[in-house]
């Protein structure tokens, strides 16, 4: 483990309408990797999140694979902060996986990106979890490629953090491809086995979870608290994430005996390398 140094990255401010330059720190995690560019830099509230499954909003409830999903009675602002009770389960991308409000996280370039979270109490039963999945997985099944079978799709998911496994961190990325069918799932999937942290975390009290996807290496990172967790690489990490991008979940869960529990969300960021076609927050951000 090491702990990088916060770099800085200019932001603008404006004070009596005049523009104020400021140093706006980029995360360590960002930062091992030359990632400065800010694309995303959320408070949410339950202002943001959509009344249906589609529209110009940016959190919708449920998965695209979910039917009609939770309703919106699992969502709440408290304080300014955005709460999710049991069960509630946020995306960023719409069911139609178009004109929703914030990016992808792309692949092609490579990302970090950071969830600001605590719960309620520290019950092993909770299983709150931020993850990513990308938008080619879909209805259309838009992660099959040339050359590939017929039906057959490949595709990454990265489980940032994920509660209730272990003392610390749960980071696992996933490695998943073949043809789906209703009896046995996808018949590929491998996962790295080094994803749980043995250093205890108080989920009751604020964490920084963040993960990096960098495609040149073919390597997955995990941080808490601007401290590195571990890393992940082939086969872990498909080839295939180079050519997907991703979009944001946040899960409020049970490992089955349903207690309940709020989770509390006051930040979501995300990074990409400078040379990015994506444009920063200051020209992305939404009132």
Known sequence: MHHALFALLPAVSV?????????TPVPPGAAALGYTKCILDEHPTAADIAPGKNGDYKWFS???WAGEGPSLDHYRTQDGVLVLSLEGDLVSTSRDFSGAKLPLLPGPDGFYVEFEVR???N???????VWLMPAEHNARQEDHYEGDPPGYERF?????????????LTGTVHSTCGVWTKEHGYPEHV??????SQTPLDRSQWHIFGGSYDPKQQQVTWWVDGQEQMSAGAPYVPEVAAKQH????ISNQTHGAKKPYDMFVR???????PGSSLPTVPETANP
């Open 246 to 249: 991703f979009y944001l979940i």
């Open 62 to 64: 449920g998965q695209w």
């Open 119 to 121: 719960l309620s109490d």
């Open 156 to 168: 990454m998911e990265l489980d940032i953090d994920e509660g209730g496994f272990g003392p610390g």
């Open 15 to 23: 004070t009596s309408g005049v523009p104020v330059q400021q140093a």
């Open 267 to 273: 930040g979501v960021r995300a990074y990409v390398p």
């Open 123 to 129: 019950d092993p039963d909770h299983w709150p979890a």
């Open 191 to 196: 996962q790295n086995p080094n994803n749980v």
